[in-house]
């Protein structure tokens, strides 16, 4: 019977020799070198010594007052940590004694120096030196030692360390790396559908698991194996259903994000799914913000009775956008049928976000447009009537006429009226619309004018958001502005009421009723409030801008066009 040990803790102990050789030579050297950091700088300082003591005598000689200067000098250096080092626990017991030499003589010829004796100063001073310069030798010889002791056991540990590393190799290449290829030798046999295999044996409880489970696993793929030929039957069958429903929805998906989603190809991807699951009656119910719907019926129609249909929610990201409603006698395949309410959901919301995304480039750059008027125009105009003034002042009493001042007032009024109608085309062009919504827009533009007027404004909005393009909400929310506009400032108008609604002749219908003046007083200021602009909004939206007087007085603008597209409940 094999003894059995632990192959993890084995290489781990090995693992754990070589982290900790590694480790002690680290720690070694660092400490070894924190040693040495002030090595230089104590070899600079105590050779600096020589020059000093020499220099002390110079100045001796000179008869200079810097001596007491000179001695602080060089006892700051004598005194210095480097060299203060010389006395620490760790230097030899040599150095320590040259540096108290050192420091001894230099009492005395610290003495000779402030006395002014520089006979005896000069005498004692080639001992002096000389003390110093062994010491320098001792600093030199302490600093190459530690030096020499690093390099050795940093020698001896790589030694250790590849002699561990050698073992380790060997270790592993016996006891781990044969075994392990015996056993990938018999699992590619295994893998050839050979399960009568023998496993090899080892001493080592994982591979001795591994090479049981191995064997356990080769049992149980025999069995198995003889139960593939029945499952892949079965999965083949599977599986082709699958790939056919991944078509269907694939296909659907191409035709519905390939041109714009209109009521044609929702209908024509609801007679698909009909067709494909053989469905008695199916519907698509999409629910707006403002709580209307569209109901889009596949080709069999919608019965009166749906007590037996089944309702599968266009849900995104928490958002319900309306259901997909199916009445059938066979039994549904619900994941296609979720799986397709997830596409008509993320289809409707990637519209609604084009939608959107044209609404704000729009916006963006009409706004760029405004500032750029006012930054060129604007300031033009306020330049020329600025110069009209200066000109009428300036002008000579000689050269002044009625017909010259006639002039000068009409170029007056030209400026002022096109800098009023500049501000008004800015005020329209900075008209935002944060989302595709233009009810939501319609509100916030006569928001803005309420605070401007005590005209009573009132909006009625009766459209499906599905029934305008982005582009084609900036022409109408204009339009309505400007007409607006008109009927507050000239129409002396004290209710001003906005409808919105689709015709029995699916035509959209933009009303702005007055009670004011009526249409005779605006048709005698046409060219003043930029009907011609509206008439070109109105082309551009494929329809018709009329004028006509209300029976109890005021004036009805009315814009009519057709939508982007037919409705959706039909």
């Known amino acids: 019977m094999l003894k059995r040990g632990s192959l993890t803790s084995?290489?781990?102990?090995?693992?754990?020799?070589?982290?900790?050789?590694?480790?002690?030579?680290?720690?070694?050297?660092?400490?070894?070198?924190?040693?040495?950091?002030?090595?230089?700088?104590a070899i600079n300082a105590s050779g600096s010594l020589r020059m000093q003591s020499y220099r002390l005598l110079l100045i001796s000689?000179?008869?200079s007052q810097r001596v007491n200067e000179r001695i602080k000098e060089f006892e700051n250096t004598l005194n210095a940590k480097v060299l203060k080092n010389s006395l620490a626990w760790y230097t030899p017991e040599d150095l320590s004694k040259q540096y108290l030499l050192v420091v001894e003589k230099w009492q005395t010829m610290k003495s000779y120096a402030e006395t002014g004796n520089t006979r005896l100063y000069s005498n004692a001073l080639k001992d002096f030196v000389d003390t110093i310069d062994i010491l320098v030798l001792e600093i030199e010889q302490f600093a190459a030692f530690k030096l020499k002791v690093l390099v050795l056991s940093q020698v001896v540990g790589l030694t250790l360390m590849l002699i561990v590393a050698g073992i380790a190799v060997i270790f592993t290449r016996r006891r781990v790396v044969k075994p392990l290829t015996l056993l990938m030798?018999?699992?590619?046999?295994?893998?050839?559908?050979?399960?009568?295999?023998?496993?090899?044996?080892?001493?080592?409880?994982?591979?001795t698991a591994l090479s049981n489970a191995l064997k356990k696993t080769a049992a149980e793929l025999s069995t198995l194996y003889e139960d593939l030929e029945g499952q892949v039957s079965q999965k083949t069958h599977a599986l082709t259903r699958a790939n056919n429903e991944l078509n269907f929805l694939y296909d659907n998906l191409i035709m519905l994000h390939s041109d714009r989603l209109d009521y044609k190809a929702l209908k024509s991807a609801l007679n698909q799914l009909q067709d494909y699951e053989n469905l008695d009656y199916l519907r698509l119910v999409i629910e707006h913000e403002d709580h209307s719907q569209d109901i889009i019926e596949s080709q069999q129609g919608w019965p009166e009775s749906t007590m037996n249909s089944v309702k599968f929610p266009l849900q995104l990201e928490q958002v319900c956008q309306g259901y997909l409603e199916v009445i059938s006698k066979t039994e549904l395949n619900n994941p296609l049928f979720n799986n397709f309410a997830v596409m008509l959901a993320r289809s409707i919301a990637i519209h609604n976000a084009t939608e959107q995304r044209q609404q704000l480039a729009l916006m963006e750059e009409r706004a760029v447009i405004a500032r750029e008027l006012h930054d060129s125009l604007g300031q033009l105009l306020s330049f020329l009537k600025i110069q009209v003034s200066l000109l009428?002042?300036?002008l000579p009493d000689c050269c002044k006429n009625e017909e010259i001042e006639t002039q000068i007032i009409e170029i007056n009024d030209g400026v002022s009226f096109a800098y009023v109608q500049l501000r008004e085309l800015l005020s329209t062009f900075r008209l935002t619309i944060k989302e595709p919504n233009l009810n939501h827009a319609m509100?916030?533009?006569?928001?803005?004018?309420?605070?401007?007027?005590?005209?009573?404004?009132i909006l009625n909005y009766n459209l499906s958001a599905h029934l305008l393009e982005a582009k084609q909400h900036i022409h109408v929310l204009q339009l309505t502005r400007e007409a607006t506009l008109n009927a507050i400032k000239h129409a002396n108008a004290s209710q001003i009421v906005i409808d919105c609604y689709l015709t029995p002749t699916e035509i959209i219908n933009i009303t702005i009723s007055d009670d004011g003046v009526g249409v005779k007083h605006l048709k005698e200021r046409d060219q003043h409030f930029g009907i011609g602009i509206m008439h070109e909004r109105a082309n551009k939206l494929n329809g018709q801008l009329s004028f006509s007087d209300n029976s109890n007085g005021g004036t009805t603008v009315t814009l009519s066009f057709p939508p982007q597209q037919e409705p959706l409940n039909g």
Not at 14 to 38: C, D, K, R, W
Not at 191 to 203: A, C, H, I, L, R
Not at 449 to 457: E, F
Request: proline share 1%; glycine share 6%.
């Open 392 to 394: 009428r002042k300036k």
């Open 10 to 41: 084995t290489i781990l102990g090995l693992m754990l020799v070589l982290i900790l050789l590694s480790s002690s030579l680290a720690l070694y050297a660092i400490v070894n070198l924190s040693f040495s950091l002030g090595d230089a700088r």
């Open 443 to 457: 509100e916030v533009m006569l928001e803005q004018l309420r605070v401007q007027t005590d005209t009573k404004l």
């Open 185 to 207: 030798d018999r699992a590619i046999t295994i893998s050839q559908g050979d399960f009568n295999v023998e496993m090899p044996k080892t001493e080592y409880i994982e591979l």
């Open 61 to 63: 000689n000179s008869g």
